[in-house]
């Protein structure tokens, strides 16, 4: 079946790091895949999304292309903030086989000044 | 519009009690899903449900937990005789579900119910 795979964490990074955080996948069909993200004491909200191979989404100064020939959708910016401390989830989504969203377990971040 | 919202948005309570928990998705969204979030770790899913299709409880821990929900609207997550490991957060998230979006259907998630049992 569908399932996602993201790097484990914990993360810190100095300001101003470059942050990647690895998420590859597994599909039947041709998923839509996104990045959410939950800053402490919020819930999860959408960072970025993308829907067909070679996509970026982008938001937020982050960035993720989605690879098909790698099945990866790795999580990428080029200078993080303290206000980027956050938990990262990779997930993906099929509409056309049912609309189950999979979710990564999830990369904390923390970003020192 | 306004968002998914869940109520009580804290929970207190003894082991072995019932409780109720309960999501308002946003409105027109189809799709509703019941995640719960143990202290530092992933989603994990109990239940998905889509219009009036038979819902995928194939998530749900055991048969103390059930859920309902009511056309399009309201759902109620219930967890029986409580236990410790029960404590969690538990997330409501609401989509779209409509293939002319191309795939592209984002969950909007709620803020969850902290649910304590003691």
Redesign the interface.
Known sequence: GDSVTQMEGPVTLSEEAFLTINCTYTATG???L?W?VQYPG?????LL?A??ADDKGSNKGFEATYRKETTSFHLEKGSVQVSDSAVY?C?L????T?????????TSLTVIP | GAGVSQSPSNKVTEKGKDVELRCDPISGHT?L?W?RQRLG???E?LI?F?GNSAP?KSGLPSDRFSAERTGESVSTLTIQRTQQEDSAVY?C?S?L???S????????????TRLTVT
Do not use: I, M, V, W
């Open positions: 041709y998923p839509s996104f959410y919020e819930g999860l909200q959408l999304k829907t067909k989830f997930a989504s099929d509409l056309r049912g609309n189950q969203f999979y979710f990564g377990t999830g | 799709a899903y995640y770790q992933g989603l899913f998905y889509q995928d997330l998230a989509s579900s409509d293939t979006l191309g795939g592209y259907s984002p969950l909007h998630f709620g803020n969850g």
